[in-house]
Structures are given as structure tokens and as C-alpha cells.
């Protein structure tokens, strides 16, 4: 007798069968869990109010055994600057290194209390920063009214004072941060792509009959993408600088050598795109596995987000991502100025990835 066909059983085994298909797919992956995680991780995190830390200096000449000092010096979200020269401070703050200067003066002797002060010391380059600091200011004021005289008199107060600065406007955030985004789709999808296609059409087999060697190749293309990336760059700073007032201290100079610096960031993002197609066999892999690479990087190294603004132990990890060294150095060149030799922390750490990026794209390069 013939064992009659089993619809259930059937739809089990369709179910397992395309259940290991979707567990073996790049794509399911990467979008489904992985994506989500990143989001969870980064978007979790930025809530973290401890994780918040404003740079703030205390002036020279602060007295350090007022009771004000030390209640200043325990405020959780402030971090204090190592600078103690009065006009390395002044600098800084109006380049919006630091949010502010504290100063705290000697008390004045009064009956039946002490007067206590406080002076704020702020400029237009951290207006967005100013609010912050004012209210754990007051409320370290208000505590010490509290204690001394239980609010029957104004035993401390404080004084604010803003110093001339630079306006820091969002588009002097913002835009660095699209530039670098801009760098990275191009650099990392463009080349990903370009190389695949070239390979799976064979181009690269004809190609590789020629006397041209595998390093020629991929400076020929990163030549290429930095032409592109010339004329991204002329656009889309021309339309922060004349539609939204975006701040180039050196003008034309200034322009110059963000541009400069973009070298290190190409030579960077378009190793990894050749790397990812040295490595990938099916084209439908690539976008999973650039994301993977490039999502992060856009959620982590301060393109529209303050990394600041991450616990300690992320932002200790996002610091030592290549497109943050990118992204801070052209906030650094456009808004406060500096040249590019002024910034060695963030050409260093280009100069490494560029180094460690360009001899695995060689090595990984294949011609078929």
C-alpha cells in the first residue's frame, strides 16, 4: 500500500532547507541581526548620561582650598583640563577646545558669612555647551547657599562672562563629517564594485597578459577616484561655504589643505574596497560585507554624532578608527585654523592605516 504523501512534513523540510539557506546568506545576516546590534550598541550608549564629559580648564590663580574649588573639581559630566597657562586656556577656548574657563577667586571675608565667587569664562565657539556648564555651576552655588546659611543669604554666586570667538555654527560639524562620508561610500562601494565587475567580465585576465603590475593597477584607480573625489569636495564645500556660512578660518589655503589631507582617507577607504573584492566571490556579498565595514564607521567616528558623546570604552575604540583621525583633522584645519602639519595626531594615525590598507590591497589583489 502506498504511504500517503505528507503535506506537513514537506513544509517542514521546505522550512529547514531555506532556513540554512537564509543562515548561509550574507545578506540575511548582516541586515537582519548584525545591523541591528551596531544600532542597539551605538544608540544605547549615546543615552548614557555619565558617558557625557564637558572639557573644561580652571584658570590660574584659582583658589584650591575653596570649598567652591573642590565641589567644581567633583561635578561628574565635566572634564578638566591638564593646560594651566592663562593664555593657552583663552586659545582654546575660543577655537571650542575647551567649553569654558572656571575661575574660582579667594573668599571674601563678610559677616556673618563669607562671600564665595565663581566666574565662567565662555565663547561663541561652545554656545551649545554653555547651558550645560551654567546649570551644574548654579547648582554647585546653590549647595554651597544651602549649607552655609540654609538660603537665608546669598553666601555664592556666579558670574558668566563671554570672551570674542569664532561662532561655531552645526554646518562646521556637519559638513567635515559628509565629506567624510562622502569619501567613504566612494572609496569603500565604488572600488568594491569597479574590481568585481572588471574581474568577473574578465577585463582584469586581459589586463594581466600586459606588462602592468598589480600595484600600477590600483594607483591608477585610486588616481582615479581622487580626481572624483576632487570635484565631490569642490561642490560640496562650496555649497557649506556660500548657502550655510561654513567656517574656512585660512580661506582658499585652508580648502587646500583639507583636500590634502583627503589623500590619506582615499588611499584608505579605496584599499578596503579593493580588499573586499579580493576577497569576495559572488556579487551579491559585496553590500553586506561594506556595510558591515562602512555602517559602523559612519555611527561611531563622529559624522553626525560628537564622539564625546560615547561612553569612555567606546570612545577609546572610535579613536582609533581611520575616519575619525579623518574627520576630526578637517574639523580641525577649517575651524580652528590649523595647518596640517599642526595636527600629527590625526596625520599619524591616517599616515598607519594608509600604510597597513595599501600592502593588504596588494596582497589581496587577484586577477581572476
Given at each position: 500500500?502506498?504511504?500517503?504523501?505528507?503535506?506537513?512534513?514537506?513544509g517542514?523540510?521546505?522550512?529547514?532547507?531555506s532556513?540554512?539557506?537564509?543562515?548561509?546568506?550574507?545578506?540575511?545576516?548582516?541586515?537582519?541581526?548584525?545591523?541591528?546590534?551596531?544600532?542597539?550598541?551605538?544608540f544605547?550608549?549615546?543615552?548614557?548620561?555619565?558617558?557625557?564629559?564637558?572639557?573644561?580648564?580652571?584658570?590660574p590663580?584659582?583658589?584650591?582650598?575653596?570649598?567652591?574649588?573642590?565641589?567644581v573639581?567633583?561635578?561628574?559630566?565635566?572634564?578638566?583640563?591638564?593646560?594651566?597657562?592663562?593664555?593657552?586656556q583663552?586659545?582654546?577656548?575660543?577655537?571650542?577646545?575647551?567649553?569654558?574657563?572656571i575661575?574660582?577667586?579667594?573668599?571674601?571675608?563678610?559677616?556673618?558669612?563669607?562671600?564665595?565667587?565663581?566666574?565662567?569664562?565662555?565663547?561663541?565657539?561652545?554656545a551649545?555647551k554653555?547651558p550645560?556648564?551654567?546649570?551644574?555651576?548654579?547648582e554647585?552655588?546653590?549647595?554651597?547657599?544651602?549649607?552655609?546659611l540654609?538660603?537665608?543669604?546669598?553666601?555664592?554666586?556666579?558670574?558668566?562672562?563671554?570672551?570674542?570667538?569664532?561662532?561655531?555654527?552645526?554646518?562646521?560639524f556637519?559638513?567635515?563629517?559628509?565629506?567624510?562620508?562622502?569619501?567613504l561610500?566612494?572609496?569603500?562601494?565604488?572600488?568594491?564594485?569597479?574590481?568585481?565587475?572588471?574581474r568577473?567580465?574578465?577585463?582584469?585576465?586581459?589586463?594581466?597578459?600586459?606588462?602592468?603590475?598589480?600595484?600600477?593597477?590600483?594607483?591608477?584607480?585610486?588616481?582615479s577616484?581622487?580626481?572624483?573625489?576632487?570635484?565631490?569636495?569642490?561642490?560640496?564645500?562650496?555649497?557649506?561655504?556660500?548657502a550655510?556660512?561654513?567656517?574656512?578660518?585660512?580661506?582658499?589655503?585652508?580648502?587646500?589643505?583639507m583636500?590634502?589631507?583627503?589623500?590619506?582617507?582615499?588611499?584608505?577607504?579605496?584599499g578596503?574596497?579593493f580588499?573586499?573584492?579580493?576577497?569576495?566571490?559572488n556579487?551579491s556579498?559585496?553590500?553586506?560585507?561594506?556595510?558591515?565595514?562602512t555602517v559602523?564607521?559612519?555611527l561611531?567616528?563622529?559624522?553626525f554624532?560628537?564622539?564625546?558623546?560615547?561612553?569612555v570604552?567606546?570612545?577609546?575604540?572610535?579613536?582609533?578608527?581611520?575616519?575619525?583621525?579623518?574627520?576630526?583633522?578637517?574639523?580641525?584645519?577649517?575651524?580652528?585654523?590649523?595647518?596640517?602639519?599642526?595636527?600629527?595626531?590625526?596625520l599619524?594615525?591616517?599616515?598607519?592605516w594608509?600604510?597597513?590598507?595599501?600592502?593588504?590591497?596588494?596582497?589581496?589583489?587577484?586577477?581572476?
Amino acid at each position: 500500500m502506498t504511504k500517503k504523501y505528507s503535506q506537513l512534513r514537506a513544509g517542514l523540510v521546505m522550512a529547514r532547507a531555506s532556513l540554512i539557506a537564509t543562515l548561509r546568506s550574507p545578506t540575511s545576516v548582516v541586515f537582519a541581526l548584525l545591523f541591528p546590534i551596531i544600532f542597539v550598541t551605538v544608540f544605547g550608549a549615546m543615552v548614557d548620561n555619565t558617558a557625557v564629559k564637558i572639557p573644561v580648564a580652571i584658570a590660574p590663580g584659582s583658589d584650591t582650598s575653596s570649598p567652591v574649588y573642590h565641589a567644581v573639581k567633583d561635578i561628574s559630566i565635566f572634564s578638566l583640563s591638564k593646560e594651566t597657562d592663562s593664555l593657552a586656556q583663552l586659545k582654546a577656548l575660543k577655537k571650542g577646545r575647551i567649553a569654558g574657563i572656571i575661575y574660582v577667586p579667594a573668599p571674601i571675608p563678610a559677616s556673618p558669612v563669607p562671600q564665595y565667587g565663581l566666574t565662567l569664562f565662555s565663547s561663541g565657539a561652545v554656545a551649545d555647551k554653555r547651558p550645560l556648564i551654567q546649570a551644574a555651576l548654579q547648582e554647585v552655588t546653590s549647595r554651597i547657599n544651602q549649607q552655609v546659611l540654609e538660603g537665608q543669604r546669598v553666601a555664592a554666586k556666579l558670574d558668566v562672562i563671554t570672551v570674542p570667538g569664532r561662532v561655531y555654527r552645526q554646518i562646521d560639524f556637519i559638513l567635515p563629517g559628509q565629506l567624510g562620508f562622502s569619501l567613504l561610500m566612494a572609496g569603500v562601494f565604488g572600488s568594491a564594485f569597479l574590481l568585481f565587475n572588471l574581474r568577473h567580465t574578465l577585463v582584469l585576465k586581459r589586463i594581466f597578459v600586459t606588462p602592468i603590475s598589480r600595484a600600477s593597477l590600483l594607483f591608477g584607480e585610486m588616481l582615479s577616484r581622487l580626481v572624483f573625489q576632487i570635484i565631490c569636495f569642490i561642490i560640496i564645500t562650496a555649497l557649506g561655504y556660500f548657502a550655510f556660512d561654513f567656517t574656512l578660518v585660512n580661506g582658499i589655503l585652508t580648502f587646500l589643505e583639507m583636500l590634502l589631507l583627503s589623500v590619506f582617507g582615499l588611499v584608505i577607504l579605496t584599499g578596503i574596497g579593493f580588499m573586499i573584492s579580493g576577497v569576495i566571490r559572488n556579487e551579491s556579498s559585496i553590500a553586506p560585507v561594506a556595510n558591515t565595514i562602512t555602517v559602523p564607521q559612519i555611527l561611531l567616528c563622529g559624522l553626525f554624532f560628537p564622539v564625546e558623546n560615547y561612553p569612555v570604552w567606546l570612545r577609546t575604540f572610535c579613536e582609533y578608527l581611520p575616519l575619525t583621525f579623518f574627520v576630526d583633522g578637517l574639523r580641525k584645519i577649517a575651524f580652528e585654523g590649523a595647518h596640517i602639519w599642526q595636527v600629527p595626531a590625526q596625520l599619524a594615525g591616517l599616515t598607519v592605516w594608509a600604510a597597513i590598507i595599501a600592502v593588504l590591497s596588494v596582497k589581496m589583489f587577484k586577477w581572476e
